[in-house]
C-alpha cells in the first residue's frame, strides 16, 4: 500500500511538472533580469496559453509573461538618461536579439541605461496588453532611478517596427505625467490606412474583425498632440515592409502640434536593419542617435 501511494504521489508530481507552461530562456548580457508579472497577475490576459517558442532567427512567440532585461550605462559614462526597447515582430513574435538585446547594448555603450521589455503579445485583439507592459517598463526605471543613477524625468522609450508603433502609442495613449521623456522609432509601423500600413500589425493588435473606426483610432499620426514626447524616426527609403510615408504623416503630425521632431530617411536598407552589420548607413544612425540623446541631455 505504501508503495502504491508513492507510485501515485510521483506520478502526480510528473503530471503537475509536464503541465507548467515554458517559457524560453534567452542567453544576453544583461546585467539583470527581472519576471515582471503575467496574464494571472498583470491588469489584462493577452489568454494566450501555449508554451513560448523560439524560432532559429531568435524571434518569441507565445509571449504571456513579461520579462525586463536591464542594461546598466556604466558610472563613468553615465549621461543620466534611460530608455525602454521595444522589439518589433508584428505584435505575433517579439525579435528581441538585434532589436533588443543587441540595440540595448548600444545604448548602454553612449552612457544611456537600456530596459528590453519581452512584451506580452495582443493575439488578436487584446490592444491593452502590450500597452501595459511598456508602460511598466517606464514606471520600473523611474521607481528604481536613483540606485540605477538614472534621473527619473529623462527615462524615454524606443521601438523598431511593431515596437515602434507600441513605443507612438505608448507616447500618444499614456496619460501626461506618466509619458516617456522622449521617443525613438525605427521604421515604425504608425497607420492603419490600408496604403501605408502593415497588415498584420493591425490585425494581430485589433483583431481580424475590428472596424475602420478602431483601425483609424490607433493610427497614431491621429492621437499626437502637444504634449507628445520628442521624437527622432530612423527609417529607409525603399522599405517595402511598412511604407516609409507612415513615418512621415508622424512627423508631419508632431511638427503640427510643436512637437521637437527630427527625420532621417536613407536611401537604402528595407526594414529591419537596426544593429545588423551590413546595414551601410550602421555608423550614420548610431551618429544620429547619439547625437540626439546629447541635445535632448542639454537642452
Known sequence: ???????????????SASAQKVFV?????ADKIV?????????HSNEITKDETRSKAGHIANVSQTVFYL????????????????????????CIEREGFALAEYFQSIGVTALVVKYRLPNLGHKEVPLEDAQAGLAYLR??????????????ICGSSAGGHLAAYTSTFTEDAQKPAF?????P?????SCMTHQGTFVNLLGKDHSPAMREHYSLENRVTATTPPTLLLLSNNDGTVP?????????????????AAMHIYPEGGHGWVCRENFRYGKDWQHQLRRWMEQLNNK
Open 143 to 156: 521607481k528604481n532611478a536613483k540606485k540605477l543613477g538614472v534621473d527619473a524625468t529623462k527615462v524615454g
Open 25 to 29: 530562456d534567452i542567453p544576453c548580457k
Open 244 to 260: 516609409p510615408i507612415s513615418s512621415v504623416l508622424y512627423y508631419e503630425a508632431l511638427k503640427h502640434h510643436g512637437v521637437k
Open 183 to 187: 521617443t525613438v522609432l525605427f521604421y
Open 71 to 94: 542594461y546598466k550605462a556604466d558610472a563613468e559614462k553615465a549621461t543620466g538618461q534611460a530608455v525602454v526597447v521595444l522589439p518589433g515582430g508584428g505584435y505575433r513574435n517579439v
Open 35 to 43: 519576471k515582471h508579472w503575467n496574464n494571472k497577475k498583470a491588469p
Open 189 to 193: 509601423v504608425i497607420s492603419g490606412a
Open 1 to 15: 500500500m505504501k508503495k502504491f501511494l508513492i507510485l501515485l504521489i510521483s506520478v502526480g508530481f510528473a503530471l
